[in-house]
Structures are given as C-alpha cells and as structure tokens.
C-alpha cells in the first residue's frame, strides 16, 4: 500500500492491534513514520504484530475489560515514546447468536469488551494524550446504526460505542483531543467476517 501520510516521530497506540483491520491500521502508521505501540491480551499476537511494525515498536499485553491492565499498558507506551499522538481502540468481539439464546453472559462479554472495554481506554489515555493537540478514534462498526439479526449484543456494544465517541468529543475537544469513530464495511480476510460469515456467504445471515 502506497502511504501518503507523514507520522515521522508521532506515537500511535492501537488497543486490539495484533490482529485484523486493527494490526493493518497499525502497519500504516508505522510505514508513515510513526513510533508504534500495540496491545492485547494474547502474548502470541503481540510478539507477531510487533515483528511486523518495525524495531521500534512497543506491544503490550492488556485486556481492556481490566482497566489496570489498560493502565499499566498506557504508562509502558509513554515510558518509551512518550505522549501519545493518536490513540486507537479497536478491541472487539462477535459471534453469531440467536437473542432468545444468548445467556446474560454471552451479551455482557461483547459489551464488556467493545463499550466498557472503549470506555477504560479513552479514560485511561486522556491522560497521556499529546497537549499540543491529539486524535482519539473507536471502531466501530454498521451495526451501531444497521440492526441485524444474531447480533444483539454487538448492535448495543457499537450504539454505545457512537454515542461514546460524541459525548467525548464534545467534553474533549476543547482540551485539544479530536475525537472519531470509523466504521468498516465488511472486510474480507477477518476474523471479523469469518465469524458472521462462515461459509464465505455473498449475503449475510441479517
Ligand atoms: C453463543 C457464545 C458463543 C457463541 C461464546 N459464547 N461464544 N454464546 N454462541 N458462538 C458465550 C459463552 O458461552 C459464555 O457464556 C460467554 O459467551 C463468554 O464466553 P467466553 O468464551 O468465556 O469469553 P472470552 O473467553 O472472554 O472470549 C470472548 C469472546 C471470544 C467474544 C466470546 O469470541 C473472543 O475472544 N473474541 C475476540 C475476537 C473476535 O471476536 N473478533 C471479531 C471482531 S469483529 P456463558 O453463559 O456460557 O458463560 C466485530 C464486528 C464485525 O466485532 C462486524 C462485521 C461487519
Ligand atoms: P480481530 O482480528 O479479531 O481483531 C480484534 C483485536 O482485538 C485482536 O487484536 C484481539 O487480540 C483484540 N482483543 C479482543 N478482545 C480483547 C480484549 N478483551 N482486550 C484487548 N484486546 C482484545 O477482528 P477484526 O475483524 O479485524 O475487527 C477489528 C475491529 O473492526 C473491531 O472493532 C470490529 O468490531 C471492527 N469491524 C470489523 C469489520 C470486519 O469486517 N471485520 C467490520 C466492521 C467493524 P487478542 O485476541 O490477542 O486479544
């Protein structure tokens, strides 16, 4: 990919960036300079992401449904790059259920980790966000606004998510802090997909 941007000295810390859209976010920030830094919580995907983002890269294992951990990951990225440029927050997680068989518990872990999960990464980063002006940008996704069927869970993570993102960029944004939300359209090759779309459908389950 031909990157047209500039980053040179700029930290960027992606939250679930081992893997995914989230690692090919990473991937551009680091050919376009910047000193990255990536973070989950399996060894295995950091060790693997970081081998991909160059020598200077910092990852980080950190669960961002456990705000000390999304603490503790924060202050080892600014230890060693210092103030943080661009924070993004990409942890997900989906699977296709029926709503009338989704225990509490399989609702609650996808908002655990997409909304509550968002929420301890921007109130944990706002801290360590570059004074002189930085950008906080969520994942979200179509169904914050699309319902669809056996996604219960992640249409109520994603809403949340959007409406996250506007209440923080008008508390934040006067401080210096631009605050986004992108939404991919379904990205062939992911985990993502993979799970909603398991055979490789042309049509999706909704
Ligand atoms: C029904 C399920 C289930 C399934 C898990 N559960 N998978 N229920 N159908 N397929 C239930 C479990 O039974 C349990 O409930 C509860 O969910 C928690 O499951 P755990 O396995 O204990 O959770 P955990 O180990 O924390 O793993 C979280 C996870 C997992 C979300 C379930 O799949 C994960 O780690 N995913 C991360 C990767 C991922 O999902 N990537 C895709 C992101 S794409 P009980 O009641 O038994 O305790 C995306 C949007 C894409 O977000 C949009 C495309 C257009
Ligand atoms: P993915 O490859 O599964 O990426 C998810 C990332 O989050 C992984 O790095 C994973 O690494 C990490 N993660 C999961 N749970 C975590 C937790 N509790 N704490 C910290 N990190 C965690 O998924 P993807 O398909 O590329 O999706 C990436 C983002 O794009 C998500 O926000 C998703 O909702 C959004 N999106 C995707 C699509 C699509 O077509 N795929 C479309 C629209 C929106 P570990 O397993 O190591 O924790």
């Not at 920030?29 to 020598?55: E, I």
């Not at 997900?92 to 929420?119: E, R, T, Y």
């Not at 360590?128 to 996604?151: D, K, N, R």
Request: hydrophobic share 50%.
């Amino acid at each position: 990919m031909n990157v047209q941007f500039d980053f040179t000295g700029r930290h960027v810390m992606v939250f679930g960036g081992t893997t995914g859209i989230n690692l090919g976010i990473a991937q551009c920030y680091a050919r376009a300079g910047a000193r990255v830094t990536v973070a989950s919580r399996k060894q295995a995907n950091v060790d693997a992401a970081v081998a991909t983002l160059g020598a200077a890269a910092l990852g980080v294992v950190a669960d961002v449904r456990d705000e000390q951990t999304v603490a503790v990951a924060l202050a080892q990225a600014v230890e060693r790059h210092g103030p943080i440029d661009v924070l993004v927050s990409g942890a997900a997680g989906n699977f296709l259920a029926p709503a009338d068989q989704m225990s509490s518990n399989a609702f609650k872990v996808v908002l655990d980790i997409d909304l509550l999960g968002s929420f301890h990464v921007a109130r944990h980063a706002v801290q360590h966000l570059h004074p002189g002006g930085s950008s906080l940008i969520f994942i979200t996704a179509p169904q914050s606004v699309v319902p669809m069927a056996y996604q219960a869970h992640v249409c109520a993570a994603k809403a949340g998510v959007d409406q996250l993102t506007r209440v923080l960029a008008l508390e934040w944004g006067a401080r210096g802090v631009r605050v986004n939300a992108i939404s991919p359209g379904p990205i062939a090759g992911t985990e993502g997909m993979r799970r909603l779309a398991p055979q490789g459908e042309q049509v999706m389950p909704w």
